[in-house]
């Protein structure tokens, strides 16, 4: 009868109770509260770094547009992609800038990542503005 009660004592004390597996839950879960928001910002951060380094992309291509046809690009308040093939055609630029919201070649349709360009004739300047998340926000500004 003694052997039989150790055996059930022993069997017993195995394994987690109840309350220990709520309580392990509930402090995972509000370790997961902290961490998961934090992550989604850092997702968007990085890919608006990632188009503010196309919009640098697309500046140093314009500049050696400008160095092989003494003029900048016609456009005003157009999409990126309406000047890419242009500097593409005439070598100032060799590869395909994607968006990195997208991950695909930046269109006039794209939903966040929306780079436009205006040319001013006049004073020999462009402007260059990029959009973050959804383009509600201006992320980078360039006047030349």
Do not use: W
């Not at 919009?55 to 990126?80: A, C, F, M, W």
């Amino acid at each position: 009868m003694k052997k039989t009660k150790v055996l059930l004592d022993l069997h017993r004390n195995k394994g987690f109770t109840l309350i220990e597996l709520i309580l392990c839950l509930s402090i995972i879960g509000l370790m997961m509260s902290f961490i998961a928001p934090n992550f989604g910002n850092v997702l968007s951060n990085s890919k608006e770094q990632g188009v503010k380094a196309a919009l640098r992309t697309v500046q140093i291509s314009l500049e050696n547009y400008y160095l092989n046809k003494e003029t900048y690009p016609q456009g005003t308040d157009v999409h990126v992609s309406s000047i890419l093939e242009e500097l593409k055609t005439s070598g100032a630029i060799s590869k395909e800038i994607k968006n990195p919201f997208s991950g695909e070649v930046f269109s006039d349709t794209d939903t966040s990542g929306f780079i436009t360009y205006s040319f001013e004739p006049d004073s020999q300047s462009y402007t260059l503005e990029a959009k973050g998340l959804n383009n509600e926000f201006t992320i980078l500004l360039v006047e030349h």
